[in-house]
């Protein structure tokens, strides 16, 4: 891999940590159950627009990468 590619990596790791524990609070605070793409959405709403992200990868990709993290991070599967 690439220096600019596991930075990119890294950052939205980061990135995607942070909505994930963000999304767990929330839930735990009004009992509203959250999806993968909620993650995602608020992931790619934070992004900055000079995002490396946003112009090496298609909007798709980037959602997909998010999920799979998010997905990752929460430890479970979905279809």
Do not use: K
């Not at 298609?58 to 997905?71: D, F, K, P, Y």
């Amino acid at each position: 891999m690439d220096d600019g590619f596991e930075a990119l990596l890294a950052d939205l790791m980061v990135r995607t940590c942070r909505a994930v524990r963000d999304v767990g609070h929330l839930a735990a605070q009004t009992g509203i159950p959250f999806e993968t793409d909620d993650v995602v959405d608020i992931v790619l709403r934070r992004l900055p627009a000079d995002h490396p992200g946003l112009e090496t990868m298609s909007v798709a990709m980037l959602r997909t990468s998010v999920a799979e993290l998010a997905r990752t991070f929460w430890g479970r599967e979905e279809a």
